[in-house]
């Protein structure tokens, strides 16, 4: 896959241009990825479904997981118009909307063929949402110069966390005025209304050397990222890319129930997370991204991360408190999307860094999907961890669970160095 070039005679406004072109793409990635998945166990909780089976919705997103298994059909064969990855993304947002405005038509119970009427859109969902992803990445390392890829890491966790946030909140803020079935057809013509940002996104020039075979496409990724990281190393590089994000990952299908058996009603909920929660994200990627040109790769990883951990200790000192007020809830909701903010910001610069732009889509889809891993099945156990242990002690566990990652970060991302061990240095 060739190096992003600027075209000559591209207008000064070209890097804004781009940088806003993939906070738009970030935020049609982060509302079906992560905005959905904070409305659907409120929405299951609000209905009387037990913790037991909330906790075992993120297994519907295996597909980020696993979707580095048909990464490299979408690099065999790319939609041509309006260029190999927008076609593509185009497409797939048409499907999102459809796909999520079908939630309209179902209602949660405890009925066995309601809930897996529900699982299997949410699995449909993850699909879509998946494959787009995996477009959207690849046409970001494309897209972006070298010198680009700070800001554009900023760029795609600010649109990532808007659109998580503004589909979650504003669903939850329909929800709570004019119930879910009108919430879930507005979030689907969110989708919807994604396509046209989409065409009129820069375009991609053509590849010189597109890739000629399927085999081609699945053998030469993993074999570039083995001769360059060596297999000790890659491990390393794989187990940190799983471990750095999972405080996030346990928290984030628990969030949402918890405010819930806090009292908060959907308006309340929804006006913390749309109005507290967007400002807080906000503040976290552009500090994140001022604060990474100046820090560098390595510091960065380590002081964001250890910002990641506090906002999950927000949450223990909150449940630890018995029942919370208003502004307690707030302050836990406000260090939670500041802090993600942060640890965004650095870890998509991370996956960026690790790849090759020749290979970008199925070796990005490969880190992320290392990472869906550690969101969707290590965060599986966490409604039954509520339940056994209480609130308090969930959310201490959730803090200590970014020790592991500390750990690999010693190994692969020393304090003294300034990028990665095994980080794609060039030709």
């Known amino acids: 896959m060739a190096q992003p070039q600027q075209p000559a005679g591209e207008p000064s406004r070209a890097p804004w241009r781009r940088l806003g072109a993939i906070s738009a793409e970030g935020f049609a990635s982060g509302a079906p990825?992560?905005?959905?998945?904070?409305?659907?166990?409120?929405?299951?909780?609000?209905?009387?479904?037990?913790?037991?089976?909330?906790?075992?919705?993120?297994?519907?997103?295996?597909?980020?997981?696993?979707?580095?298994?048909?990464?490299?059909?979408?690099?065999?064969?790319?939609i041509p118009w309006p260029d190999r990855r927008?076609?593509?993304?185009?497409?797939?947002?048409?499907?999102?909307?459809?796909s999520i405005a079908s939630l309209a038509?179902?209602?949660?119970?405890?009925?066995?063929?309601?809930?897996?009427?529900?699982?299997?859109?949410?699995l449909l969902v993850a699909v879509l949402?998946?494959?787009?992803?995996?477009?959207i990445d690849a046409y970001r390392t494309d897209l972006l110069p070298q010198q680009e890829r700070g800001a554009g890491a900023a760029a795609n966790s600010l649109g990532f966390r808007g659109?998580?946030?503004?589909?979650?909140?504003?669903?939850?803020?329909?929800?709570?005025?004019?119930?879910?079935?009108?919430?879930f057809a507005a979030a689907g013509g969110l989708m919807l209304l994604m396509i046209p940002c989409t065409l009129a996104a820069p375009s991609l020039p053509p590849l010189?050397?597109?890739?000629?075979?399927?085999?081609?496409?699945?053998?030469?990724?993993?074999?570039?990222?083995?001769?360059?990281?060596?297999?000790?190393?890659?491990?390393?590089?794989?187990?940190?890319?799983?471990?750095?994000?999972?405080?996030?990952?346990?928290?984030?299908?628990?969030?949402?129930?918890?405010?819930?058996?806090?009292?908060?009603?959907?308006?309340?909920?929804?006006l913390l997370k749309s109005a507290l929660g967007v400002l807080a994200t906000m503040l976290g990627v552009v500090l994140g991204g001022v604060l990474f040109g100046r820090l560098g790769m390595n510091r960065s990883l380590w002081l964001f991360g250890i910002a990641g951990a506090a906002g999950n200790l927000a949450y223990w000192l909150v449940a630890r408190g018995g029942v919370a007020s208003l502004p307690m809830v707030a302050g836990a909701v406000l260090l939670e999307n500041l802090?993600?903010?942060?640890?965004?910001?650095?870890?998509?610069?991370?996956?960026?860094?690790?790849?090759?732009?020749?290979?970008?889509?199925?070796?990005?889809?490969?880190?992320?999907?290392v990472y869906a891993v550690s969101s969707k099945v290590l965060a599986a156990?966490?409604?039954?961890?509520?339940?056994?242990?209480?609130?308090?002690?969930?959310?201490?566990?959730?803090?200590?669970?970014?020790?592991?990652?500390?750990?690999?970060?010693?190994?692969?991302?020393?304090?003294?160095?300034?990028?990665?061990r095994g980080a794609y240095a060039g030709e």
């Not at 927008?86 to 459809?98: D, K, S, Y």
Request: proline fraction near 8%; charge should be neutral; glycine fraction near 12%.
């Open 33 to 78: 990825n992560t905005g959905l998945g904070e409305v659907l166990p409120i929405w299951l909780a609000t209905h009387g479904v037990p913790l037991e089976l909330i906790g075992l919705l993120p297994l519907a997103g295996l597909p980020y997981a696993i979707k580095v298994l048909w990464a490299p059909l979408l690099d065999r064969w790319p």
């Open 208 to 270: 010189a050397q597109p890739v000629g075979s399927l085999r081609q496409a699945v053998v030469g990724p993993v074999r570039e990222f083995l001769a360059r990281t060596g297999g000790r190393r890659g491990l390393q590089i794989l187990a940190l890319v799983l471990l750095y994000r999972l405080p996030d990952g346990l928290l984030a299908p628990m969030g949402g129930p918890f405010l819930v058996a806090e009292g908060l009603s959907e308006g309340q909920i929804g």
């Open 86 to 98: 927008r076609g593509w993304i185009a497409l797939l947002q048409l499907l999102l909307g459809l």
């Open 163 to 183: 659109g998580t946030l503004i589909l979650g909140s504003g669903a939850l803020l329909i929800a709570g005025g004019a119930g879910y079935p009108l919430a």
């Open 105 to 122: 038509l179902l209602r949660p119970s405890t009925d066995p063929r309601t809930l897996a009427a529900i699982g299997l859109v949410a």
């Open 381 to 420: 156990p966490s409604g039954l961890l509520v339940t056994l242990l209480g609130w308090e002690h969930f959310f201490l566990i959730s803090a200590a669970a970014a020790v592991p990652a500390f750990l690999l970060m010693v190994l692969v991302t020393p304090w003294g160095e300034d990028q990665a």
């Open 129 to 135: 949402s998946a494959t787009q992803d995996i477009v």
């Open 339 to 369: 802090s993600s903010g942060l640890v965004g910001t650095a870890f998509v610069a991370l996956l960026m860094s690790l790849c090759n732009p020749r290979f970008s889509a199925t070796q990005y889809a490969l880190l992320s999907g």
